[in-house]
């Protein structure tokens, strides 16, 4: 079992910074794939940025925020980043941290991933 709470977010201006975190608490957190996805207002859920267990090469990126957005991970603390770039208004919505155990965690299909932390908000202003 994992917990996860999402801090970091907030409202910007675009082409500004932001960098979300997601602690874990629990045991093993090092043995989850971790992503994060996003919702906003009147849509489904999708992804954004998903990367596996020893946080080393394997990453993916949903095509619009690729080269803007970076995960990672510090499996010693226990906690999942994402560094968001060049931020855009269409960036605006909650922002959730999510993690799996999944061989298909690289789906990055929200249903494959079992634990989920409350969504941080995110607002970009044009």
């Known amino acids: 079992q994992v917990q996860l709470v999402e801090s970091g977010g907030g409202l910007v201006q675009a082409g500004a910074s932001l960098r979300l975190s997601c602690v874990a608490s629990?045991?093993?957190?090092?043995?989850?794939?971790v992503g994060w996805f996003r919702q906003a207002p009147g849509k489904e859920r999708e992804f954004v940025a998903s990367?596996?267990?020893?946080?080393?090469?394997?990453?993916y990126y949903t095509g619009s925020v690729k080269g803007r957005f970076t995960i990672s991970r510090d499996n010693g603390l226990n906690t999942v980043y994402l560094q968001m770039n060049s931020l855009k208004p269409e960036d605006t919505a909650v922002y959730y941290c999510?993690?799996?155990?999944?061989?298909?965690?690289?789906?990055?299909?929200?249903?494959?991933?079992?634990?989920w932390g409350q969504g941080t908000q995110v607002t970009v202003s044009s």
């Open positions: 999510a993690a799996t155990t999944s061989s298909r965690w690289y789906f990055n299909d929200a249903s494959d991933y079992g634990y």
């Open positions: 629990g045991r093993s957190f090092s043995s989850y794939a």
């Open positions: 990367m596996n267990w020893s946080g080393v090469g394997i990453k």
